[in-house]
């Protein structure tokens, strides 16, 4: 299943959630993602049927090993771009939004040769 730029969000979020609160329910994600329950709810059923994470009997979420990598791969671009605009001289906020568009966009050939570019291991 193919992921929209949406789908990638929420993961990176459910496993932001998980490093900062350990467990995470949809009422979490709602909160941190400033959405309405019901669309948190659609958007969980998406990702539990294209098998990116599980609902525990609690209602916990927890990510398979296939969202946790589309998480880790979103999280990290997006830790890049948000830093490497703030080193430029753009604000936190600024740099925090474009990074999100800008993690989408980006192949991931693209991206590691930039990444190994400004941080000189190439």
């Keep these: 299943?193919?992921?929209?730029?949406?789908?990638?969000?929420?993961?990176?979020?459910?496993l932001m959630l998980q490093k900062k609160n350990g467990m995470v329910r949809s009422i979490d994600l709602a909160r941190h993602m400033s959405f309405s329950k019901p669309s948190i709810s659609h958007a969980v059923g998406v990702l539990k049927n294209?098998?990116?994470l599980t609902v525990d009997d609690d209602g916990f979420l927890h990510l398979t090993a296939i969202g946790r990598e589309v998480a880790e791969k979103?999280?990290?671009?997006?830790?890049?771009?948000?830093?490497q605009l703030v080193v430029a001289g753009v604000d936190l906020e600024?740099?925090?939004q474009e990074a999100c568009r800008m993690e989408h966009a980006i192949s991931d050939t693209s991206f590691q040769k930039?990444?190994?570019?400004?941080?000189?291991?190439?």
């Design 1 to 14: 299943m193919k992921l929209h730029a949406s789908g990638e969000d929420y993961l990176e979020a459910i």
């Design 50 to 52: 294209g098998g990116f």
């Design 74 to 83: 979103i999280y990290e671009r997006h830790q890049f771009f948000t830093e």
């Design 94 to 96: 600024t740099a925090e």
């Design 114 to 122: 930039l990444k190994e570019k400004i941080q000189g291991t190439d």
